[in-house]
């Protein structure tokens, strides 16, 4: 058969514990598993470093799919509906306008450019109904082949050492800018992205949605500038001690963050 036709096994990764736990599998039962891809519109700093250890125990590239930035969906001009010719700005609560835009639609491009593609999708053994939605596509799950739930793939990551460093603050994983975060995940996200949150202070006045239903993000930073810092996970401080001294505005909030963990 001409390679130019052979079908390829691609695992669709997200970084999270899934889709780790399903190329892990692939790696020991030798599954086939011929390319890795992601989608990455935002990702957290301290992210870049798992892609390496991930690259590193997979024995072969990750390929990030380009696509647009977090930024150009939110400076994305509307082309229809009520405020047509006005901006997306943050991402509205029930919409899920920005993940299409931003992951959908730059995998399904990628996957139109290969089409003899089988993808491998990281849905565990007892997510029922989205397994219901798998059955009905080309994707296969290597977790549910084995029989691997949620809990199995995130104890099989960290057997690894491949659990997402995000899981230390947040149970879901998603864009730094994302307002869908808990208020607990955006004051880690505060402290572990301040370019990205100076970023978003300063577009705020732009959008027209509120971050939060009642809340601007600038009402959340006087907020959370009230509030005493939170402990920083043992895997995130060096994150955190890069971030800040990477920018000297933050030295004091830095400074700060180094009590916390001495106080630890
Ligand atoms: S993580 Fe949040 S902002 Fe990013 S695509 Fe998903 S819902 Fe949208």
């Not at 020991?28 to 598993?33: A, M, R």
């Not at 082309?79 to 609560?93: D, F, R």
């Not at 089409?115 to 397994?131: C, F, H, Q, S, Y």
Request: with cysteine; aromatic share 10%.
């Amino acid at each position: 058969m001409e390679a130019a036709f052979m079908t390829q096994t691609i695992l669709a990764w997200s970084g999270g514990k899934d889709s780790t736990a399903s190329g892990i599998l692939a790696k020991l039962h030798k599954l086939p598993l011929d390319g890795i891809v992601t989608v990455q519109p935002d990702p957290y700093k301290a992210e870049a470093q798992m892609i390496e250890r991930f690259e590193s125990f997979m024995e072969m590239p990750v390929e990030v799919i380009p696509g647009p930035m977090f930024e150009d969906f939110f400076y994305r001009v509307k082309v229809k509906g009520a405020n047509e010719g006005g901006i997306y700005g943050w991402p509205k609560m029930y919409q899920r306008a920005c993940s299409r835009y931003l992951k959908w639609q730059p995998q399904e491009h990628w996957q139109s450019k290969n089409p003899n593609t089988v993808m491998i999708v990281g849905i565990a053994a007892d997510e029922k109904k989205r397994l219901v939605g798998l059955h009905k596509s080309e994707d296969i799950s290597y977790l549910e082949q084995l029989g691997y739930t949620q809990n199995a793939a995130r104890q099989l990551c960290m057997e690894y050492d491949l659990l997402n460093p995000i899981y230390n603050f947040s149970h879901r994983l998603g864009c730094v800018r994302c307002p869908k975060q808990s208020l607990s995940s955006l004051r880690y996200t505060r402290m572990l992205e301040p370019e990205k949150w100076q970023w978003m202070l300063e577009n705020d006045q732009y959008s027209p949605v509120s971050f939060k239903p009642g809340y601007t993000l600038q009402e959340l930073e006087e907020r959370f500038c009230s509030q005493p810092l939170l402990p920083i996970p043992r895997k995130l401080v060096a994150s955190v001690y890069q971030a800040h001294e990477a920018d000297a505005q933050y030295t004091e909030i830095s400074d700060e963050h180094k009590q916390v963990d001495e106080m630890e």
